[in-house]
């Protein structure tokens, strides 16, 4: 007020000694105004704390209930029933999804991963003397199988809606996957995603148009040892994705019109020892891909009309037969990048 004065350049202010009824009117208003507003953030203040406790309020008993619900579905893990443990796995999806916060959505996937990560025993085969055996082996497998295609379901939500999981951790460590399972479409983004020392043995499995963006992907001593596991088109960026020590032995692994850019990719001491690995139409741009001790021993490992730029790719240290296609790739003077220890000059070679 007194910088209004100034800024006005008032030189003197009217008074008067008088107090007449217009003037008292003017007061009474005033001093009512500012009584209500007053008393009207008093109130805001007091609302706003009976907010904030009865929010709390709800978060707790929605925390308790979600306790209690996922005690139950745990303990239907635990059933000598197939039948009702595929009722807990459903449960427990259903916990996740509905979970208050992402530590609860966390903890529900924890249990699912380390359900599918129990020793199981292995199937008796057909004979009649074993029947009972068997049918309860196919029983148990059908919940695995549930665990794994309720997983693909949710990473393939758009991230922020309803029953998505993205940008949860994901532990798969040691999982033997033996059926076919679709994870084509899902996202791994900003999250640990753990395939290390999983065994792919049998069926189909799809990462096509996955993608693996922003994180940590691991498939780390992983075993390609049966059935066909594709990652058509998928797309690794801005990540680190590890292959090293992965066997791929006795299986069809395909990295067809994939996508490696700005992140890296190690397929350190891998062993490429029978079976077909194809990065067909593959494109390196702006990323480490390192195939560093490397052993291709046998099967096929095929890099034709791959496509290498703005990166680096090196096979330090590598042995056996140089994969298929690098041969005229590293002899283009485009792509200056491709480390092949087989070829001492590279840019020289006959791509013929």
């Not at 020793?119 to 497998?141: I, K, V």
């Not at 695995?144 to 393939?156: E, K, N, Q, S």
């Not at 299986?251 to 994939?258: C, G, I, M, N, Y």
């Amino acid at each position: 007020m007194y910088g209004l004065v100034v800024l006005l350049d008032f030189q003197k202010i009217d008074t008067t000694a008088k107090l007449d009824a217009k003037t008292l009117f003017d007061l009474v208003k005033l001093s009512f105004g500012v009584v209500a507003g007053a008393g009207a953030l008093v109130a805001l203040v007091v609302a706003y704390r009976r907010q904030r406790v009865d929010e709390a309020g709800a978060h707790r008993d929605a925390t308790r209930l979600h306790t209690e619900r996922f005690s139950q579905a745990v303990d239907k893990l635990g059933s000598d029933s197939p039948a009702v443990r595929l009722g807990g796995v459903h449960a427990l999806a259903g916990l996740a999804d509905d979970a208050p916060d992402d530590g609860l959505r966390q903890t529900c996937i924890d249990v699912l991963c380390a359900y599918l990560q129990l020793p199981f025993t292995p199937d008796p085969g057909d004979d009649p003397a074993h029947q009972e055996e068997h049918h309860r082996h196919l029983a148990f497998r059908k919940v695995r199988h549930t665990i794994l295609r309720l997983i693909g379901d949710h990473y393939r939500r758009p991230r922020g809606t309803h029953r998505s999981w993205q940008g949860c951790d994901l532990d798969l460590t040691g999982v033997t996957i033996d059926c076919n399972i679709n994870f084509s479409g899902t996202v791994f983004g900003g999250s640990r995603v753990n395939f290390s020392e999983a065994i792919f043995a049998a069926g189909e499995v799809s990462f096509d148009s996955a993608s693996f963006s922003g994180g940590l992907v691991y498939f780390g001593d992983a075993t390609f040892a049966g059935g066909r596991v594709y990652f058509g088109e998928a797309a690794f960026s801005g990540g680190e994705v590890y292959f090293d020590d992965a066997t791929f032995s006795g299986s069809t692994v395909s990295f067809r019109d994939a996508e490696f850019s700005g992140g890296t990719v190690y397929f350190g001491e891998a062993a490429f020892t029978n079976g077909l690995v194809s990065f067909r139409r593959a494109a390196f741009t702006g990323s480490t891909v390192s195939f560093s001790g490397a052993a291709f021993t046998g099967g096929v490992v095929a890099f034709d009309d791959a496509t290498f730029s703005s990166g680096e790719v090196t096979f330090d240290d590598a042995s056996g037969q140089p994969p298929r296609g690098l041969l005229a790739a590293a002899g283009n003077p485009v792509h200056p990048t491709i480390t092949i220890p087989w070829i001492p000059h590279p840019r020289s070679v006959d791509p013929s």
